[in-house]
């Protein structure tokens, strides 16, 4: 089988400071004129204007085959959107080649490929002219566009005037139902509500049932999760993973959260904190079955442990742990649920388990608290901090964030009760 998109060792150069990225005889024109220009002002012009240059791609190839659904990942900047606006032809690469087979529809932001000026009756007849489809071939699909877009009342209304709601879901519906071989989608969840979301996930479903091709970009990793079945992680321009999409996404966010505090250790006694009375050592925030690093999600239960040495004999230890939100909304203060009995001096570890399905997505800091007897020894703020990370599962097509410090997983029944 051929693929459906084939790149070739794609380099995108921008020139920082530009407005031109030398892809047109005019562009051209003026980088030879700069050229010149830099040669006759010596050396260190030539030095300078060498740091403009900026390499969004960085040479990398892949291919898509027909139905793939693939979606593309990375941080701001990674080069995400200048890889779509090759695929989609808006701008030509510095270096490399792409081959297709199909034609392409691309959403890539709201504004993109419309006029203002025209009624959204027109853009859809002109967006389906520039992919090279009849008028009567936009006909036969005009009434299915216009009931998913929901806009029948302003459809001869100009788009300028458009909310970017109903932009977008013009706009989504154009490229879906319109007849392309591929799609490109870039953020298309970031704007529309719940109902739209679901058509618009529904949709590029059926496109790929349909054996045509699905390119996704998102910073969405629920949407990504439930849409495609491959995903490919772009950092600085290059690929740094390609494959299954929770093989991708784990990596991701392994590395995206990488610097969080999810370990502390101090070897050095002297340098722990602490007094002369008690030392702490460690710290950890692990997920139950996972290595310390690994991620959390919302259905994971994960481990906090704390190791100390107590220079008290006797003491009664009662060693607590509070959990705030990123918003700094305290989550909970547990410790041990039995009363803590004298203990001689030494090394300890207290470990406590966090269940599942309890606690929301987001990012959470650790604090800790060690008594004796009610009588604060240690306390010790941000000890640790690690972000708990969504899945898709239970949300019924939605991929917006759920309100809540907690999120429990309840034993939710509906009974059918009979007519009074």
């Not at 591929?182 to 949709?203: H, T, W």
Request: aromatic letters at 8%; proline letters at 4%.
């Amino acid at each position: 089988m051929k693929p459906a998109i084939h790149a070739n060792d794609l380099a995108k150069r921008y020139l920082i400071g530009q407005n031109a990225v030398n892809t047109t005889l005019a562009e051209a024109l003026s980088s030879a004129a700069r050229s010149i220009l830099r040669g006759a002002t010596g050396p260190q012009d030539r030095r300078i204007a060498s740091n403009l240059e900026f390499w969004a791609l960085k040479g990398i190839s892949f291919t898509v085959d027909p139905g793939e659904v693939v979606g593309i990942v990375g941080e701001n900047g990674a080069g995400k959107s200048t890889l779509l606006k090759i695929l989609s032809r808006i701008t030509l690469p510095t270096r490399g080649s792409i081959t297709y087979r199909g034609r392409i529809g691309s959403l890539l932001e709201v504004g993109t490929g419309f006029h203002p000026e025209l009624s959204g009756r027109d853009n859809i007849y002109l967006s389906g002219a520039i992919l090279g489809m009849s008028r009567s071939e936009i006909k036969q699909r005009f009434d299915e566009i216009l009931d998913f877009s929901e806009v029948e009342t302003f459809i001869d209304t100009p788009v300028k005037r458009y909310s970017s709601g109903m932009y977008m879901r013009l706009a989504f519906a154009v490229a879906a139902h319109l007849d392309t071989d591929i799609l490109l989608v870039d953020e298309v969840l970031a704007v529309g509500d719940y109902k739209f979301q679901q058509k618009c996930l529904s949709r590029m479903n059926t496109i790929a049932n349909d054996g045509r091709t699905v390119v996704f970009v998102s910073h969405n990793l629920i949407a990504i999760q439930a849409i495609c079945d491959r995903a490919i992680w772009l950092d600085q321009g290059m690929i740094s993973k390609d494959g299954r999409t929770h093989e991708v996404l784990a990596a991701y966010t392994r590395s995206e959260h990488a610097g969080s505090g999810v370990e502390r250790s101090w070897p050095d006694p002297a340098n722990a904190p602490g007094n002369d009375s008690i030392r702490l050592r460690y710290a950890l925030v692990q997920p139950l079955g996972g290595a310390p690093g690994d991620a959390i999600d919302v259905r994971q239960a994960f481990a906090l442990s704390f190791e100390y040495e107590s220079h008290l004999a006797g003491a009664h230890l009662n060693v607590s742990a509070c959990v705030y939100s990123g918003d700094g909304a305290l989550v909970f203060h547990a410790g041990p649920t039995e009363e803590p009995s004298a203990m001689p001096s030494g090394r300890y570890r207290d470990r406590c388990i966090v269940p599942g399905d309890l606690m929301n997505d987001g990012n959470y800091r650790v604090s800790l608290e060690i008594r004796d007897r009610g009588e604060l020894l240690l306390t010790v703020s941000d000890l640790l901090t690690f972000e708990i990370l969504d899945v898709p599962d239970g949300r019924f097509g939605w991929f917006g964030k759920w309100d809540g410090v907690v999120r429990p997983r309840l034993d939710w029944t509906t009974e059918h009760l009979p007519a009074a």
